[in-house]
């Protein structure tokens, strides 16, 4: 202990330091900036990932973050370090390069949250209208990246995402996972509520809390949680199934918080780009493929190739091909990486039983705990 005129002046010093400190490992980014952008021009191979240097690297981000974990010391917690490092970060990457990244808005959205949280303060968020709009911003060129929900751990796929993956040529760079808490919100008492919007996985993921306490209102889907919201703010005797912060957004009272039916429920979301990032060791594949339906067993030649070649599926999703009836592409998750031997000799042999195969990308598997 001592006195607090002198622990303040210790404060002091030490800020200079982690000031100087700060600008030093700035100007080390910019120096892989640059490193990066002359890899870039002289690379001949004409892989895009090169020919346009990615200055989000998620796979260096986890060194990173494995790291601090190790050398901490405390009395900073790893959260508190891992939040303070993620701003750093952030701010590195946006002195390399002006990031931009597609969402599904308005603000206030789950998907808005976890690309906060993904990508920090110092990158730019481009609110989309619907999630083809997110697969759109990066295909054209208007944003670097798209933050896509790709599936709750409640109420499971979202199906505008899979419909959106089976035409896109974007790239799956990192996963990231965020815990959802739903709030129903409205400027009316819960006995007034006759209406309530949300986005179908907001109220799927409601569906007990609604039967008990609002069975007679009309159930409305819109595109997001936060266009929900705004139209709530509209209308006497309506509300919307959204975040928290969406309150005090659009001028909302919290009717009632925490209304998830399961408590663990979490939303994974998928950051899409013009090309994956390099392997970690711990990664997991996406991969598009369709199938004869005529051929029996083709759908099941296509999936052992995974056993054959030791490699675990995680999740397998079907959608209508919308080309014929009753014709199907499916999705399935593998662990590895593209660029791992037997992911390679897998993709090969699927190649023999299905009609046509995408990898849609490969990234560090960030499952919780
Ligand atoms: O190592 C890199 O490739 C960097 O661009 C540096 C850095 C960093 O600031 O540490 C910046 C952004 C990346 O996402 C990862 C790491």
């Not at 990244?101 to 968020?125: I, R």
């Not at 959802?180 to 109220?203: A, M, R, T």
């Not at 509209?234 to 009632?256: H, K, M, P, Q």
Request: with cysteine; glycine share 6%; charged share 25%.
């Amino acid at each position: 202990m001592g006195d607090l005129p002198s622990l303040r002046q210790k404060i002091d010093s030490l800020d200079t330091i982690i000031v100087n400190l700060l600008n030093e490992r700035a100007q080390v980014s910019l120096d892989i900036g640059a490193t990066k952008k002359s890899l870039a021009a002289e690379s001949s191979d004409g892989r895009s990932e090169e020919k346009q240097p990615h200055v989000y690297m998620p796979s260096r981000e986890k060194e990173i973050y494995d790291k601090l974990s190790t050398h901490n010391r405390g009395p900073l917690n790893n959260d508190s370090l891992n939040a303070i490092f993620r701003e750093i970060i952030s701010a590195s990457i946006s002195l390399q390069q002006d990031v931009s990244v597609a969402y599904l808005g308005p603000p206030g959205t789950f998907s808005h949250q976890a690309a906060y949280d993904k990508l920090g303060d110092s990158v730019a968020y481009v609110p989309q209208k619907q999630i083809s709009a997110v697969f759109d911003a990066v295909e054209k060129g208007r944003t670097t990246y798209g933050l896509v929900p790709y599936e709750n751990s409640t109420f499971g796929s979202v199906v505008e995402t899979l419909d959106r993956l089976m035409l896109t040529e974007t790239k799956i760079r990192a996963e990231t996972y965020l815990t959802v808490h739903q709030c129903l919100l409205s400027n009316s008492k819960l006995s007034d509520i006759k209406k309530i919007y949300s986005h179908p996985q907001g109220l799927g993921q409601v569906q007990s809390y609604l039967s008990a306490n609002c069975p007679n209102a009309e159930r409305i889907t819109v595109k997001s949680t936060a266009e929900a919201a705004q139209l709530a703010a509209l209308e006497t005797g309506a509300a919307a199934i959204c975040s928290s912060i969406c309150a005090s957004l659009y001028g909302l009272e919290i009717v009632a918080q925490d209304i998830e039916d399961v408590k663990t429920n979490t939303t994974r979301f998928l950051l899409i780009g013009t090309a994956s990032d390099r392997p970690t060791k711990n990664d997991r594949s996406l991969i598009r493929f369709t199938v004869d339906h005529r051929q029996p067993g083709a759908l099941c030649d296509g999936l052992k190739v995974f056993k054959d070649q030791n490699l675990n599926l995680s999740k397998i999703d079907s959608r209508p091909s919308r080309q014929r009836p009753w014709h199907y592409v499916f999705f399935v998750e593998c662990s590895g990486h593209a660029e791992d031997e037997n992911v390679q000799q897998a993709v090969k042999d699927m190649e023999k039983y299905c009609l046509d195969v995408c990898v849609l990308g490969s990234y560090a598997d960030q499952r919780p705990e």
